[in-house]
């Protein structure tokens, strides 16, 4: 079985200022808001011919104001400074969150 592990959960800790995800697999982690924002993989914050996502540090002090499920794939997240564009695939959120993945150099 090559079957992707999907994302189960993910919740926002608001005194932490980030989201706490869990995997079909068990896995679990938690990314911080700017990392988020700064990795959000829309074309308005990426550029339409951007080949890997690159962090993009936010302006200010961003808040995940909700989290919507897409799909069964991705979330999407309603973010303070009103961006709600991003799909975050499941596949990505992982990669963030993996030690050894090639966007983890880039992280703050
Ligand atoms: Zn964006």
């Not at 990314?31 to 924002?37: A, I, N, S």
């Amino acid at each position: 079985m090559t079957t992707e592990p999907v994302l189960t959960e993910a919740h926002r800790l608001p005194e932490k200022r980030s989201l706490r995800m869990v995997w079909s697999d068990g896995f679990s982690a938690e990314l911080g808001y700017e990392t988020l924002r700064g990795y959000c993989p829309c074309a308005g914050c990426q550029g339409h011919w951007a080949e890997e996502v690159q962090y993009r540090a936010p302006e200010v002090g961003v808040e995940a104001l909700t989290i919507e499920p897409v799909g069964n794939y991705a979330i999407s997240i309603q973010w303070s400074d009103g961006h709600a564009t991003g799909i975050y695939r499941f596949e990505f959120l992982r990669q963030l969150c993996t030690p050894g993945s090639s966007l983890e150099e880039a992280l703050p």
